[in-house]
């Protein structure tokens, strides 16, 4: 938890049941701390993950966020005497922010290390420069969106803005081809939204924006999960399976 109010590390604790907080370990700097100790934390969390794994464990990290690295890496360059570049981030950004992704990488032979890393955006558009390292860094990324979460979908996960590179490898061919069947049909409502909601939009203009004005009810359904709700990997991928056929 780099950057993170007092508050909501403590939050954090209290809500690992026994058994999780039996088999976690929170590295934290708040946002009072100096912008060194933030780096620091990120790089002793990584540091005891790569322990963990090294000893045959299958080790998750998960940094809240990379962007308050980040930050740190601009206060820290600034007060060195780096010059700045896009929003006032030094050269050096690039460099630290791949270093310290590179290292959630599994062990030939021995244990695994899969890393998730929060990037937090100024706007809900393209251009910021730590999103866009960490797309050009990572294996994928899920995008949430504020339209989503205005409208009471959570996670607020865009499906069609999110890309996972390694999904080829990790998953049938059955499986990708009904994933990539959902996203076409949610991009198709996507680009008749406005269209739609003026009701100006005619049936037969867009094949997929159709598919997904008919399924419009059951994909809002499939993209909500609650926080005490409990799916399986099987349940999902059958519920995607059962949508792609609709």
Not at 70 to 92: D, L, M, N
């Amino acid at each position: 938890l780099i950057g993170e109010r007092g508050r909501e590390i403590g939050d954090a604790v209290r809500r690992l049941s026994p058994a999780a907080r039996a088999r976690t370990v929170i590295v934290a700097a708040r946002a009072d701390d100096p912008p060194l100790s933030w780096l620091e934390a990120a790089d002793a969390a990584t540091a005891l993950a790569e322990g963990l794994r090294d000893q045959g464990k299958a080790v998750l990290l998960l940094v809240d966020s990379l962007t308050r690295v980040a930050r740190a890496v601009r206060t820290v360059g600034v007060a060195a005497g780096e010059p700045t570049t896009r929003r006032g981030f030094p050269p050096s950004l690039g460099p630290v922010l791949a270093g310290l992704v590179e290292r959630a990488a599994n062990r030939a032979g021995g244990g695994t290390l899969s890393a998730v890393y929060a990037v937090l955006t100024e706007t809900d558009g393209v251009d910021d420069p730590v999103a866009e390292e960490a797309r050009a860094l990572l294996d994928g990324h899920w995008v949430l969106a504020r339209a989503r979460a205005e409208a009471g979908q959570f996670p607020a996960v865009d499906p069609v803005a999110s890309v996972s590179r390694c999904m080829a490898d990790v998953v049938d061919a059955e499986h990708a081809a009904a994933a990539a069947t959902v996203r076409r049909r949610l991009a198709g409502l996507a680009r008749q939204a406005d269209l739609h909601a003026v009701g100006a939009y005619r049936t037969g203009a867009d094949p997929e924006a159709d598919a997904g004005l008919a399924q419009r009810d059951a994909l809002a359904a499939f993209l909500r999960q609650g926080p005490a709700d409990a799916v399986t990997f099987a349940e999902t991928r059958a519920a995607l399976l059962a949508l792609a056929r609709g």
